[in-house]
């Protein structure tokens, strides 16, 4: 009698087992995708957008369920994405070498995020005070500099400026702060330099007190700033899916950079960022960073500038990237699919 | 071998810093008239703060005014935001907690029992105790991200020690005479433990534990304030990087009552557990 | 009453200090081997699991790896810089804290209004997770060394004040009366009767102070930037550097060793003279 009981209820759980895993087969595919501040990276305004467009990105929720994380800068990114707690990163070209070579993991760049410096776009710019303590690059060894992450584009791009004028990383302080707080903390003179971003550019550059000390563009000329990495065996394991997702962000990029969209877009803006709308109507235009609208990115850049940071000693170890470390597959996939008209 | 704590190395905790005695006699008949008078310096340090920058002596900028500061908090705690990031705080504190005493209890109890576990765990127990555990900060956010598992095992990590220790001294103070009956009686060795040594290291594990809560405290607003997405800490953070000065100033005055309040609490149940062991 | 500590070997009354000594130093010896090999134990095993491939070294370097990470920043001079930034923090820190803490807990002590208007500032600071005022110090002393100063001294100040006060509370009422009426004045009292009565306990508290300054120098180091090895281990881990991770840990470790063994050492000699010097189990 028991020992049947006991039977019963071993059968009653492997069968739930089968169900759950069955049922475990069926649901979207987490695609937890990181960000680091807006409209630079799209990611945010794509899920505001399918929000209020659905048809925009109709396999949301149904193969895939895309969820941006923010993030404060690239590199915070690379334990994240080795603990899978993220399934997109987007890189700077330093956090994407570090990954490869510190933290062992087998990524690929798979899409553009953002470039600077690129035919006339926003060349990315480093900002002091007029009257302060800084007056050309050399006046910074002593003083304290405001970067977002440490390892980040905009941080990495410094380190190289100031390395090629001889100012290594223990000659200056390096305070992280977020990209919206380093404005105030410039105003209140708790730091001397900050990597200022367009959409706060607007109430700091009015009061006529501060300029730009050197752009990136003047580091790197044109820079592949940020791009998506993907570790090789999640694209592998997941590329219908991936497909999927990739064919809708793509529709949905190209919805933002169509200036027939402009107005709502700009709406989408402001209700995400809870940023004045004057401080935002750069964006799209030519005073933001360049976005490749077939999200392609510019792997000739990318090795370009992983040279540079090794040359200068930013980054320890070189990494060559193509073929290896680049997939556009996925991306090329969603080409075709959206010129079918899919 | 650890030697005898100091009641005062191990936080001169008895409750408050003048001995009791002098209290009680100054106003017996009057104790809540003396817990306000003993308060009453706090009071007047808040008529400060607010005098201060009523009178513009201190810019608004560096320390909002009192009301301002209060008026935040409520906003606060109607929006839900405080309650949210307090529990999962406190949730954190008292799980890495609640496992290093589940912990550390026996393990300290056992080492001090049985020597070859003592002599096993004892450089362990002194090479780490002088190590700052928030060092490990960045290894629990490598390892366990930035949710709560990276806090609640640093937490565990960091309060094993002051529990371990306790109970290892609680446990060498028990009096051989009992265990000596016990066992003629006819006590098997973990029945002894169980009813003669544990109560008997009781105080001590009680006062080590009220140490650990310090610790948890300290850890929990560390790892918040520099890796995390949810919390107390986390939330000073944010307020402060986004410039609302009155509201950071709100939650960490909150923060520092929790401390205070759990600090008093555990020394209620304290004295609330040694009374019933009479 | 006899206790199971009696079962415990101790140093007790010895028949020839001559034999006592050198048994007591034979045993110290081999506890102390039998203690390191424990140590060695789990070292062992810490890098057998990770050369075993099991986890990945991103997330568990070979303690080897780490061992010459920690050599290779001695050589390059990176371990002496950012050791120094951090011993130099936590040490002032901790002197302003001491030589503030035994003056305010002498005065508290001794002057009853000093004693009513702290009293409840100090058990009500004690318990409170001070760290948590870091953002408001950091506003108010901006992002250099003085508020990492401020706050290493604001942490590390309550448990001296806490030992002081009951320390000179507790020096025998008789000395001082028969000081006194000998005919000593306030300052000989002060220094020749009190302080060196309470000191044992002084030292005890300083000895709970110190660790405090040394996390607190990391926290603020690690949330501020700007040198030190907090600071390097937060740049070790944005660069996915775990190595050097890891090594700030083993360099912070053996700094905290140090302090902590150093300061022990001091008490000891410093208490020589005194009949009550205890060892205090410091955590």
Request: proline share 6%; with cysteine; net charge positive.
């Amino acid at each position: 009698m028991r020992r049947a009981a006991v039977l019963r209820i071993v059968a009653a759980f492997l069968a739930g087992m089968a169900a759950g895993a069955g049922g475990a087969a069926a649901a979207p595919l987490k695609l937890a995708v990181a960000w680091v501040e807006t409209p630079g990276h799209l990611a945010p305004l794509v899920a505001e957008l399918a929000k209020r467009h659905p048809e925009i990105m109709p396999n949301d929720g149904k193969t895939y369920k895309f969820e941006p994380i923010r993030f404060r800068g690239t590199t915070a990114e690379i334990p994240a994405l080795a603990l899978n707690d993220i399934q997109i990163a987007p890189f700077s070209d330093a956090a994407f070498a570090l990954a490869v070579t510190n933290a062992h993991l087998d990524v690929r760049i798979v899409a553009d995020v953002l470039q600077t410096g690129r035919k006339g776009y926003f060349p990315g710019e480093y900002v002091v005070a007029k009257n302060g303590p800084i007056k050309t690059i050399a006046d910074i060894r002593g003083k304290r500099v405001a970067t977002n992450t440490i390892g980040s584009e905009a941080d990495a791009t410094m380190r190289v400026m100031l390395r090629r004028h001889g100012i290594k990383d223990s000659d200056f302080t390096t305070v992280e702060a977020n990209f919206a707080n380093q404005p105030a903390m410039l105003e209140e003179g708790k730091v001397d330099m900050i990597e200022l971003l367009p959409q706060f550019a607007h109430d700091l550059m009015a009061t006529g007190k501060y300029h730009v000390l050197f752009t990136a563009a003047q580091v790197h000329g044109v820079s592949e700033s940020v791009f998506w990495g993907m570790r090789a065996d999640f694209i592998k394991a997941h590329r219908p899916a991936l497909i999927d997702f990739f064919t809708d962000y793509m529709r949905a990029v190209h919805w933002f950079l169509d200036p027939k969209n402009r107005k709502e877009a700009l709406a989408i803006l402001v209700a995400v960022t809870h940023e004045p709308a004057q401080n935002l109507a750069f964006a799209f235009t030519k005073h933001d960073f360049y976005h490749d609208p077939d999200l392609v990115p510019d792997i000739a850049a990318v090795q370009k500038e992983i040279d540079e940071d090794v040359r200068v000693g930013v980054l320890p170890k070189r990494v060559v990237v193509s073929p290896h470390y680049v997939d556009l597959s996925l991306i090329e996939a969603a080409k075709k699919r959206l010129a079918h008209g899919a | 071998m650890a030697p005898e704590p100091s009641r005062l190395a191990l936080g001169g905790r008895t409750g408050a810093v003048l001995p009791p005695r002098a209290a009680a006699r100054r106003r017996p008949a009057a104790p809540l008239f003396a817990l306000l008078w003993r308060y009453t310096p706090i009071l007047l340090l808040a008529l400060l703060w607010e005098g201060a920058t009523r009178s513009g002596l201190v810019s608004p900028l560096v320390l909002p005014a009192l009301d301002r500061v209060g008026a935040a908090w409520w906003g606060l705690l109607a929006s839900g935001d405080l309650t949210r990031n307090a529990a999962i705080s406190l949730a954190r504190a008292a799980a890495g907690l609640g496992l290093a005493v589940l912990c550390g209890t026996p393990l300290g109890i056992l080492m001090a029992w049985f020597r070859p576990i003592r002599i096993a765990c004892n450089p362990l127990v002194q090479a780490l105790y002088p190590m700052p555990k928030s060092a490990l900060i960045p290894v629990m956010v490598l390892w366990l991200g930035f949710g709560s598992a990276s806090k609640i095992v640093l937490i565990l990590i960091g309060c094993m020690l002051p529990v371990t220790l306790s109970a290892f001294n609680g446990a060498r103070g028990t009096e051989e005479v009992l265990v000596w009956s016990a066992r003629s009686m006819g006590a098997s060795r973990a029945r002894v433990l169980w009813e003669i040594v544990l109560p008997s290291a009781l105080p001590e594990i009680l006062s080590g534990i009220r140490t650990a809560l310090a610790f948890a405290f300290v850890l929990l607003v560390a790892t918040e304030l520099i890796a995390a997405r949810a919390g107390l800490g986390y939330m000073i953070g944010w307020l402060g990087d986004g410039g609302v000065y009155d509201a950071m100033f709100a939650v960490v005055l909150t923060v520092a009552l929790l401390g205070f309040a759990a600090d008093r609490a555990w020394l209620l149940v304290m004295r609330r557990g040694l009374r019933w062991r009479e | 009453m006899a206790r199971i500590s009696a079962a415990l070997p101790r140093r007790g009354a010895a028949p020839f200090a001559g034999t006592r000594r050198r048994q007591d130093a034979l045993r110290g010896l081999g506890r102390g081997l039998l203690g390191s090999l424990t140590l060695m134990l789990v070292l062992a095993a810490w890098e057998i699991f990770a050369r075993s491939g099991a986890v990945s070294n991103f997330l568990l370097p070979p303690f080897s790896v780490v061992l010459a990470r920690v050599w290779q920043d001695a050589l390059s001079g990176d371990l002496i810089a950012n050791l120094g930034v951090t011993l130099y923090r936590a040490l002032l820190g901790f002197a302003i804290a001491a030589a503030g803490g035994v003056a305010l807990g002498v005065l508290m002590a001794r002057n009853a209004l000093m004693r009513w208007f702290f009293d409840p500032i100090v058990s009500v600071a004690f318990p409170m997770p001070k760290i948590a005022f870091l953002p408001i110090f950091m506003l108010w002393f901006g992002l250099y060394d003085a508020s990492k100063l401020t706050m290493i001294t604001f942490n590390a100040i309550f448990p001296v004040i806490t030992a002081t006060v009951a320390a000179t509370e507790g020096v025998d009422k008789e000395i001082i009366w028969s000081a006194r009426s000998l005919g000593a004045g306030e300052r000989q009292l002060l220094w020749q009767i009190i302080l060196p009565a309470a000191l044992p306990q002084i030292l005890t508290g300083l000895q709970v102070a110190l660790p405090v300054a040394m996390i607190v120098a990391i926290v603020t180091e690690m949330l501020m930037g700007g040198q030190g090895l907090g600071a390097a281990m937060i740049t070790a881990s944005r660069f996915a550097d775990s190595p050097g991770v890891f090594a700030g840990i083993v360099e912070i470790a053996v700094a905290g060793l140090c302090l902590v063994k150093g300061m022990a050492l001091l008490r000891r000699r410093l208490l020589l003279w005194h009949q009550e010097a205890k060892e205090p189990t410091t955590v």
